[in-house]
């Protein structure tokens, strides 16, 4: 029997190019500009701060918008660092915890009232309670309370913060 045989193969068809999976971004983290030559444009502004550029004052939690560990400001708003993406700090400016010293009347209201526990989730707190003050420099409970929603904290009851959110109101 005899046997055929195609002919040779059809070249592949072209592919396009593919695009880069790395860009730089360019930003300033608190104060200061900053570089990452190749961020992977699925990176987190989480992981190109701790990771890539060594801030790591804002806190690796759950990693999935559910304890607020990774809070900082993005252009002055607050943002979910774990699930913003790292591209959108390119030509912004980033606000972590470890823009303000331990003078700055918010860290030392929180050191002051929450000093029991283990302190990794008060980096978060600390910049959505300064924003809070930002809008409402004398807010109510109910306003503290719901500027601290977003935060789980594993070491004290809500108690603690809302006094230290009072005694910054008052240190103002
Ligand atoms: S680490 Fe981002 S919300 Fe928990
Ligand atoms: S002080 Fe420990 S998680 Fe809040």
């Given amino acids: 029997m005899t046997e055929t045989y195609p002919g040779p193969a059809a070249a592949p068809p072209s592919v396009p190019a593919s695009p880069p999976a790395t860009v730089a971004v360019r930003c300033i983290v608190d104060g200061e500009q900053v570089e990452a030559p190749q961020v992977w444009i699925a990176d987190s502004l989480l992981f190109l701060l701790r ?8 806190k690796d939690g759950c990693g999935e918008g559910e304890c607020g560990a990774c809070v900082v400001l993005l252009d002055g708003e607050p943002v979910l660092g774990c699930l913003t993406p790292a591209l959108a700090a390119d030509g912004a400016a980033v606000t972590t915890a470890a823009a303000y010293g331990e003078d700055d009347r918010v860290a030392a209201a929180l050191a ?3 000093g029991a526990g283990c302190g990794y989730c008060l980096p978060g707190i600390g910049l959505s309670v ?3 003050l930002n809008r409402q420099p004398e807010p109510s409970e109910a306003a503290i309370r719901e500027s601290l929603s977003g935060h789980l904290c594993r070491c004290l009851p809500p ?3 809302v006094d ?9």
């Fill in 51 to 58: 990771e890539r550029l060594g801030r790591t004052a804002a």
């Fill in 164 to 172: 230290a959110v009072r005694e910054a109101v008052a240190r103002g």
């Fill in 130 to 132: 300064r924003d809070l």
């Fill in 112 to 114: 002051a009232h929450c």
């Fill in 159 to 161: 108690g603690p913060f």
